[in-house]
T-cell receptor, first 111, second 114 residues
Framework: TQLLEQSPQFLSIQEGENLTVYCNSS?????LQWYRQEPGEGPVLLVT?????EVKKLKRLTFQFGDARKDSSLHITAAQTGDTGLYLC???????????FGTGTSLTVIP | DTEVTQTPKHLVMGMTNKKSLKCEQH?????MYWYKQKAKKPPELMFV???????INESVPSRFSPECPNSSLLNLHLHALQPEDSALYLC?????????????FGPGTRLTVL
């Protein structure tokens, strides 16, 4: 079983549409990160959230950490083809010594 | 320098070969990681080095042997691999394996075992 479940697993949308990716767990995390990985490259860190209820914005991307620090979401407004990639959430458990990646969401934005 | 570099970018090897993957960072990070990743799947943690000591080995077969010669370098020695070991091997580093654990990844080595 995966500690961090992402949904949806695959997503294909038209350019200009909005989308939300979810990252859920039954465990509490002291921090949670979102990465984007393009084909043939390593994951690139987008954001870290550490406070329950925290919202962070990065241009058209909005990240939210759940109040109980068990879940997170990533919302993209007006998707562009450059947003295509594998989106990964990852978290450090509350005990501080275990780090997990989520199951991943593969996003394709069609021109 | 905020980069993690990995060499080679691509590697093809036979099941009887011995090869090594190399990873380097000059950000002063004290934690370094090896991951294995299959297509469209999340990275799977293999090894963690903390302050140049192996702190986590995720039950990786002995045909994979990590080495951390100094705080900037991480190697992965490969011997007698199987075709199912073909994957993207990612190296990452972080300030320390502490609370935030934000990891910086290299571009990976695409390994094909014939």
């Amino acid at each position: 079983t995966q500690l961090l479940e992402q949904s949806p697993q695959f997503l294909s949308i038209q350019e200009g549409e909005n989308l939300t990716v979810y990252c859920n767990s039954s465990s509490v995390f002291s921090s949670l990160q979102w990465y984007r990985q393009e084909p043939g490259e390593g994951p690139v860190l987008l954001v870290t959230v550490v406070t329950g209820g925290e919202v962070k914005k990065l241009k058209r991307l909005t990240f939210q950490f759940g109040d109980a620090r068990k879940d997170s979401s990533l919302h993209i407004t007006a998707a562009q083809t450059g947003d295509t990639g594998l989106y990964l959430c990852a978290g450090l458990t509350n005990t501080g010594n275990q780090f997990y990646f989520g199951t991943g969401t593969s996003l394709t934005v069609i021109p | 320098d905020t980069e993690v570099t990995q060499t080679p970018k691509h590697l093809v090897m036979g099941m009887t070969n011995k090869k090594s993957l190399k990873c380097e960072q000059h950000m002063g990070h004290r934690a370094m990681y090896w991951y294995k990743q299959k297509a469209k799947k999340p990275p799977e943690l293999m090894f963690v080095y903390s302050y140049e000591k192996l702190s986590i080995n995720e039950s990786v077969p002995s045909r994979f042997s990590p080495e951390c010669p100094n705080s900037s370098l991480l190697n992965l020695h490969l011997h007698a691999l199987q075709p199912e070991d073909s994957a993207l091997y990612l190296c990452a580093s972080s300030q320390d394996p502490g609370r935030l654990n934000e990891q910086f990844f290299g571009p990976g080595t695409r390994l094909t075992v014939l």
